[in-house]
């Protein structure tokens, strides 16, 4: 996994789909364990309907991210605990 | 708190500019292909282990051709099928640089069978990635050696048969049967748990490169919805139900451990080393030779013949040697092509004072005949007034023509009384330059110790010199 | 002694390695395999690599990799390996990978025999494999020259990024003559363009794919104004007594040595005969033929082969002068006393 540590903000959500980059193919979707991926019906510039983050229930595990076949179009912000 | 962000790994170039004006944040790949995650998978291994900027990929011939679109390493665009010689060559030249052949079915198992085979077996310090997606994608969903049976393709159209196409290969476990390879591997990009399964290989099959271990081999059984006509979540499912049970998801063979690294030892060579090694080093100045020696000199068209194994081609090389080293034109070449006949060993030699056209002597004014068959065969191509030495021991005839110079001498006798029947070409160069005496036959001491390669041997041969110089002073004193 | 007495084709690969040369991979094939055989001998002691290759096919391709690495390569093989290579080269010619080639010709079509013809011309000296390229090509006629012009075609190849060819014949390969070699081994340039799998160099692509038309299209143009330029710097030839020549006689490799003896004959019998050697067959010394067409009477091409290296004469010429044609095929050589017959009929 390519770890980077960031500071951000605990309101955004924890999976993101770049709209325009997303060709549709679903397989997110498929393979969300929690279901929190959906198609939306709308037409992004690619001219597909592309998948969104439903808002909630997302826990940054990852598999969406090495199910998608686009390099850029998942983001996921996996929360790590603080070391103490 | 604090977040991981999983995003596209480094080792992708920020804009994709190489694929054309527009969409460059986005692969060509089609929706659901599986090229893309293993791109994602392989560019996240090489940021990893940070050597994305020691890394080569290999792009082939298949939808694939434009992964250099994508990798921010080096990259290389390689024949159809030839990935493996092309990296073969690429890591052979800098053995640092990590070196990743990208192969879809076509390309590894049909047409490139063979270089992937052979850089297997030579255990090439190189990762390759094989995409197996049982079609051929970019030429518009032909049939592939890896199309399941009964698989409908636009050249199987009424499905793959055994009688006309036989089996599906299976190319990882052909390569496992290899002494060399390390690591094979056949991975599956269905679900979470086989693209974990593939994170794994690639990964593996990328260190063991770094820790050149040897050549490693990943297969990945991957989706093509659009060749195969079926959604992206289906191809998954088809791979599941069709593809994993006739090319199992599994290690068939994992050596890395017990492989040693492999260090290629890389420095450069003095000249004095370069001409050393090139027997070079031994050739010095120009000989001091009286000018009126090279203006007189006859031109030798000579013709040296008889059995393998009776020394006429080294005898001419011997001649040509002496010559040149008393700055004289020479070619030698051996009996050759049409030229050949009767089943002789010969060679033609031509020693000149100026410089020399044809090396062929088709009329020789020197003629040695080591065996009666060379007699025969060259007898009347000599010129008029020309030489003839006859070995007596061997050609039980004498000279058919009048118009040419003999000379009989038992070279073969004289050199088996010295110990060394294979001396007798010797003796015949000591009486050959002593009846003629174009050239102080003592200038043969001075090649025949370079020229000989059993050291031990090179007195005898001397002797057989002066034994053929005696013989001729005994028997053709002039 | 100043010189070695050593064959053509180990004069090729003493040659390559003073040039720098570093990497061989080749296939064995008559009458090419002596070049193998120095080369799995000597690479190995200076540090450089010899693979001998599944195929021909491979070996080409593994010259792809090694000159994109930025490194001097060759291979060598004769007329059924070089039509196999011919994919390889049109890929190298494409990407502009320098790389040396030697083709020691034997007799075609098919499988042919071993001996010595030159049959090989058109593919080697047209292109051969598709597209629109060209081979620098050099035709050595003596094993000085199978050094000496294996050296500069590790330059040219440089200097063009360019494959170049070393194309002879078997006799010249098989013969053995006094070599003076170099005694400094040429430093291998630093290649902008290569991948030597560093940081500096990974921003390097090496392709021969480009599909938008217009960059095709473009980098063709490119292509041939490089061969143009090829064209008018890098001619080589040998002319001897063409400024008074009522027949010159053109040949190269072996026939060019033939034809010296026929020349010499024939003009101590006062006959008025010239010799041209082309020693580039691309570039052609067109430039030069078309002059001397101007004072000749005609022109006699000898060749190995069914013609081929004859078209070059003819379009030199371009109809002002007969060029007359005499071949031997199947691996058959003339004789001098043949070729002095031919020529007598037309003076």
Redesign the interface.
Known sequence: ????????D?SLPSMKVVS??C?????CI??C?KDCIEFTDKFNE?G?KYAKYSGEGCT?C??C????????????????R?KK | ??????????A?YDKFE?K?KT?Q???H?????????L???I??AL??FGV?????I??PVGCS?FA?Y?F????????HG?AP??????????P????ISYQGDGDLAAIGG??I??AAN?GENMTVIFVNNAIYGMTGGQMAPTTLVGQKTTTSPYGRKIENEGYPIRMSEIIATLEAPVYVERTALV??KT??HT?RAIRKAIKNQIDKKGFSFVEVLAPC?TGWKI???DS?KWIQQHMMPYFPVQAFKDVSDQRESMEI???D?S?Q???D????S??????QVPASFIENFPTQFMKIAGFGGQGVLSAG?VM??CA??ENL??????S????MRGGTANCSVILSNS??????T?NPNVLIVMNGPSLDAFEDDVQPNGLIIVNTSIVDRRVKRDDVDVLYIPLTEIASGLGLTAAANMVCLGAYLEYTKLIDYKSLFEIVPLAIKKKHLVDTNLKAIKEGVKYIRENYSR | ?????IKGNEAVI?GA??AGC??Y?GYPIT?ASEIAQAAAY?FP???G?F?Q???E???I???????????R?MTASSGPGLSLKQ??IS?CAG?ELPCVIADIMRAGPGLGN???EQGDYNQMVKGGGHGNYRNIVLAPNSAQEMCDLTMKAFELADIYRNPCIVITD??IG?????VE?P???KKVPYKEWA?????K??K??????LM?THLEEEHNKKLQKKYQTIAENEVLYEALNTEDADIVLVGYG?IS?????VM?ILRKQDKKVGLIRPITLFPFPSDFISQAADSVKSFLVVELSNGQMIDDVKLAVNGRKDVHFYNRMG???P???EIVDVVKKFI
Not at chain 2, 96 to 99: F, G, K, L, N
Not at chain 2, 277 to 280: P, Q
Not at chain 3, 1 to 5: S, V, Y
């Open positions: 996994m390519t770890e980077e540590y960031v500071e951000i605990l325009n980059l060709k549709g193919c679903g397989l498929e393979h364990p690619l597909y940054g990852g598999i991210f090495y199910a998608c076949p686009e390099p850029g179009a998942i983001i996921v912000y996996k929360k790590v603080e | 708190m604090k977040a991981a962000v999983l995003e596209k790994p480094k992708f190489r054309g969409q944040e986005t692969t790949y089609c929706p659901g292909c599986g090229h893309g995650n791109h994602k998978i560019t996240e940021s990893e994305d900027d020691r890394s080569i290999v792009s051709v250099y994508y921010d390493t080096g990259n290389i665009q390689a024949a030839r010689a092309v990296a073969t060559g690429l890591k052979r030249s800098n640092e640089s990590i070196v063979d270089e085979l052979q030579r679900d979470f693209i974990n994170k919805p959604t992206p979540v998954q030892e890389q420095r060579y000249d080393e370069v001409l090694v090139l027997g070079l031994q050739l010095g100045e120009k000989k090389v040509a040697a040149m080293n034109e020479v070619t030698w070449i051996p050759y092509g049409p030229e410089r020399i056209g044809s090396p062929l088709t | 002694m100043q010189k070695e007495l003493k390695l003073m570093s990497l991979f009458p000597y002691l200076l540090g690599t693979v290759a599944e195929s096919v491979a070996a391709n593994m010259v792809y990799g090694a000159s994109a690495a930025g490194k390569v994919e390889g890929y990407a071993i001996w010595p078997a006799y098989q013969m053995m003559e006094p070699f005694t400094t081994r991948l030597y799998g560093d940081e160099s990974k390097n692509l090496v392709t021969s794919i938008n072996i040595r033939i034809l010296l003896n010499e691996g058959a050589v004789s001098v006393d």
